[in-house]
T-cell receptor
Framework: DAMVIQNPRYQVTQFGKPVTLSCSQTLNHNVMYWYQQKSSQAPKLLFHYYDKDFNNEADTPDNFQSRRPNTSFCFLDIRSPGLGDAAMYLC????????????FGSGTRLTVV | GQQLNQSPQSMFIQEGEDVSMNCTSSSIFNTWLWYKQEPGEGPVLLIALYKAGELTSNGRLTAQFGITRKDSFLNISASIPSDVGIYFCAGFSGAGSYQLTFGKGTKLSVIP
């Protein structure tokens, strides 16, 4: 089945220690998105890649970076995680045409200790 | 930017009851989507609507794309405990738009 896979499902990191979350897709979608979701809130878009073009949301902190080395993979790097960065991080993909919506991964639950 | 106003914020219902939730916007949307998110999981697409007036069913779920293109509703009939979760409406606005706008979600609790 075509899907979006996020690894790991759960990540514990130390305050200030860089951490990388990964996302892969088998849908061959053009667009990959990273969202941050805190408890019982709507997902908040951090940034997205349309093919190789990176698009950062204006209010995304510099602490968050992303890489997309190829169509299938996208990474979220948190350079110096703070306690406030503890959240569920969701990766999503779309065709970029507006049809079919987004396909989400199962998310990575990040805990900062 | 566009905003989607989703209501109610939360619902507690008895098993077997029908549920209705809706989403409104001050601007026109070309596509309406309804997602369900269970605890610890990513959102899963339930229903996609592409035309004004469209009424689409998926099992016990029915959703409609409002005629004005500024609203959508989702109904769940004969609720069961596994319907528990957060339901998000979302939409694409503007031709060629690929950026989804999300509602704040409706948290559904079903009492057996």
């Amino acid at each position: 089945d075509a899907m979006v896979i996020q690894n790991p499902r759960y990540q514990v990191t130390q305050f200030g220690k860089p951490v990388t979350l990964s996302c892969s897709q088998t849908l061959n979608h053009n667009v990959m998105y990273w969202y941050q979701q805190k408890s019982s809130q709507a997902p908040k878009l951090l940034f997205h890649y349309y093919d190789k073009d990176f698009n950062n949301e204006a209010d995304t902190p510099d602490n968050f970076q992303s890489r997309r080395p190829n169509t299938s993979f996208c990474f979220l790097d948190i350079r110096s995680p703070g306690l406030g960065d503890a959240a569920m991080y969701l990766c999503a993909t779309s065709s970029g045409t507006g049809v079919g919506g987004y396909t989400f991964g199962s998310g990575t639950r990040l805990t900062v200790v | 930017g566009q905003q989607l106003n989703q209501s109610p914020q939360s619902m507690f219902i008895q098993e077997g009851e029908d549920v209705s939730m809706n989403c409104t916007s001050s601007s026109i949307f070309n596509t309406w989507l309804w997602y369900k998110q269970e605890p610890g999981e990513g959102p899963v697409l339930l229903i996609a609507l592409y035309k004004a007036g469209e009424l689409t069913s998926n099992g016990r779920l029915t959703a409609q794309f409002g005629i004005t293109r500024k609203d959508s509703f989702l109904n769940i009939s004969a609720s069961i405990p596994s319907d528990v979760g957060i339901y998000f409406c979302a939409g694409f606005s503007g031709a060629g738009s690929y950026q989804l706008t999300f509602g704040k979600g409706t948290k559904l609790s079903v009492i057996p």
